[in-house]
């Protein structure tokens, strides 16, 4: 099938640039040694799994679904952290992982002694309490008040009574600050990291620098990166782990949508068969303006459209965009990098219907891997 004949609203994730991203994932871990994991949280499309199985080491979870979907779907290492676990699903967890951090001591000693028993290895999350980011507190785990990670002052709490030794059966420490940066993002964290829980680190046996490294964006420093894993692994004796998400899938996907209507309140406005609410939530979250395909910035050409969704939020909005010509009811817009975050966040606001998922292969064939109806919609209610 032609890309263009793809029905719309359809994500369709391009399988030659998904491979170009792998490709420098593995050449990262190629060079220096360490271990790179695919983040479920952005980007779960299993039907992927068996490739991104050649390049990558395995998964990452953020909760016993994941679990089941990395180890039932690409079944290579597979680590879990959450914030805290359900006692009812943690036998399941224990099954799955290989690998299972935990964001407290108290969570830590409740499952523990069932983990280590399970020849599990386990870690703990700590929160260097270093911002990089300038924006989107929300995606800032080291913001004050944070939920996320061990504390120094926790930490050192936790280690200071007279009982047994915490860190006994602990094999790794992990931390996970970044969004969307670039290495030296990650060198100022890791050492600020170092200066605060640098003297448990020769005790582990693995160090696991998390997600946010945009390693395969054009421009990124990576042998800034390699001579930071380097550096670790090295000194300390630890293997080291990333777990990027969006590296992965990284401008890797389309996102098909066509024009229903054009009305004019004061600007123009393009009726689209789509959401930003219910099928890009991140543009509403971040917020995000995501890259249109044969559109100007706006002001850069002479025809300007608002898109907005087809959901009752007054919000419903993409963004706008200009063209060279007017848009006309019925033709196709393709919006860039909709691969990461879209899929697994969509929903079904007002009885939205789900986007198909599709693949646009090595030859440039497209097919459709999965359509959504009715159904998917009432039996989540």
């Not at 943690?90 to 000693?109: T, Y």
Request: net charge negative; proline share 5%.
């Amino acid at each position: 099938m032609d890309f263009y004949d793809l029905p719309t609203p359809c994500y369709v994730v391009d399988e030659n640039l998904l491979i170009k991203n792998l490709e420098v994932l593995k050449n990262v871990a190629d060079s220096t040694g360490c271990r790179i994991l695919l983040a479920q949280k952005a980007f779960s499309m299993y039907s992927f799994y068996p490739l991104i199985g050649q390049y990558l080491n395995g998964t990452a979870a953020s909760g016993l679904f994941e679990a089941r979907l990395g180890a039932e779907e690409m079944g290579k290492e597979n680590h879990i952290f959450s914030p805290a676990y359900r006692e009812e699903a943690f036998d399941e967890i224990v099954k799955l992982c290989g690998h299972i951090i935990f964001n407290s001591f108290s969570q830590m000693v409740k499952f523990k002694e069932k983990a280590l028993n399970s020849g599990k290895s386990i870690g703990l999350r700590i929160n260097p309490e270093f911002s990089t980011q300038e924006s989107h507190e929300i995606y800032d785990p080291c913001a004050p008040g944070s939920r996320l990670g061990i504390t120094i002052d926790n930490f050192n709490s936790a280690l200071s009574g007279s009982g047994p030794n915490l860190l006994d059966g602990v094999s790794g420490l992990h931390f996970h600050t970044l969004c969307e940066q670039d290495a030296g993002a990650l060198i100022a964290t890791a050492e600020a990291a170092e200066r605060k829980f640098g003297k448990w680190f020769g005790q582990m046996k693995w160090l696991n620098f998390g997600g946010g490294h945009h390693i395969t964006r054009p421009g990124y420093d990576i042998p800034a990166l390699k001579d930071c894993i380097k550096y670790y692994g090295e000194k300390y004796g630890v293997q080291i782990y990333l777990e990027p998400g969006e590296a992965v899938a990284l401008n890797a996907g389309f996102f098909i949508t066509s024009v229903l209507d054009v009305i004019n309140n004061g600007i123009d406005i393009a009726i689209l068969d789509c959401s930003a609410a219910c099928h890009m939530p991140d543009v509403l979250e971040m917020p995000y303006r995501p890259p249109l395909l044969n559109s100007f910035n706006v002001g850069d050409a002479p025809y300007t459209y608002r898109f907005g969704g087809m959901t009752c939020l007054a919000g419903d909005v993409i963004g706008e965009y200009s063209f060279d010509r007017p848009l006309t009811p019925g033709e196709k817009l393709v919006f860039a990098d909709m691969a990461i975050y879209s899929m697994v966040k969509n929903n079904t606001f007002n009885g939205m219907p789900l986007p198909s998922i599709a693949i646009r292969d090595k030859n440039g064939d497209c097919r459709i891997v999965k359509s959504f109806g009715y159904d998917d919609f009432k039996s989540r209610l």
